[in-house]
């Protein structure tokens, strides 16, 4: 039933190591979004893609790999994890192609604490 | 460029008064506006969106937002808070020069008192 779903909810990990966060979504959306919520609650985005291709990419360090195996998933992963890292994921997914009033789902979000 | 500005990091207000969570922005045309609402250790969920005509927009749990373009604005508000209304209120823009970026202000805490 859950519309956008993200595993692990949460994520705990040495410096130095390469995780991987999955996303999934039902809604049958063609296009996929990652988040980053730091500490002090501010929501950036980080990549999107829009059936499997990769139209937003921010400044964001090539530690970070999203993949898009097909549209209903989006899995970030992340190689050589640093303290900065840690913070919540969140997956979102919207409908259409190329629209800008599309509504956001977000999915649970993923806690990353690295030690 | 696109920037969203919620000038409140807290708002306070006791149950069933009425509730203000302030957002303003500024974009290269005409934006598409929306607010969501961010339960704790929860993901954010849609409350409501402007895209065009009435200025004033109802979403969801008895909130709206009226639009005021002179004033660059899209103020949250409800007309009697409850206590489970107390979360984390996010004002997002996107304009409409098309693209899927969406721009988040830095969220409000609403804190409802019983």
């Known amino acids: 039933d859950t519309a956008v779903s993200q595993t692990p909810k949460y994520l705990v990990t040495q410096m130095g190591n390469d995780k991987s966060i999955k996303c999934e979504q039902n809604?049958?959306?063609?296009?996929m979004y990652w988040y980053k919520q730091d500490s002090k609650k501010f929501l950036k985005i980080m990549f999107s893609?829009?059936?499997?291709?990769?139209?937003i990419n921010e400044t964001v360090p090539n530690r970070f790999s999203p993949k898009s195996p097909d549209k209903a998933h989006l899995n970030l992963h992340i190689n050589s994890l640093e303290l900065g890292d840690s913070a919540v994921y969140f997956c979102?997914?919207?409908?259409?192609?190329?629209?800008?009033?599309?509504?956001?789902?977000f999915g649970p979000g993923t806690r990353l604490t690295v030690l | 460029a696109q920037s969203v500005a919620q000038p409140e990091d807290q708002v306070n207000v006791a149950e069933g008064n009425p509730l203000t969570v302030k957002c303003t922005y500024s974009?290269?045309?005409?934006?598409?506006l929306f607010w969501y609402v961010q339960y704790p250790n929860r993901g954010l969920q849609f409350l409501l969106k402007?895209?065009?005509?009435?200025?004033l927009v109802k979403g969801s749990y008895g909130f709206e937002a009226e639009f005021n373009k002179s004033q660059t604005s899209f103020h949250l508000k409800k007309p009697s808070a409850l206590v489970s209304d107390s979360a984390l209120y996010f004002c997002?823009?996107?304009?409409?020069?098309?693209?899927?970026?969406?721009?988040f202000g830095a969220g409000t805490r609403l804190f409802v008192k019983a």
């Open positions: 979102a997914s919207s409908q259409g192609a190329g629209t800008s009033t599309d509504t956001q789902y």
């Open positions: 809604l049958g959306h063609d296009t």
């Open positions: 893609y829009n059936n499997k291709e990769l139209i």
């Open positions: 974009v290269s045309g005409n934006p598409y």
């Open positions: 402007y895209i065009t005509g009435d200025n």
């Open positions: 997002a823009v996107r304009d409409r020069t098309g693209g899927f970026k969406t721009i």
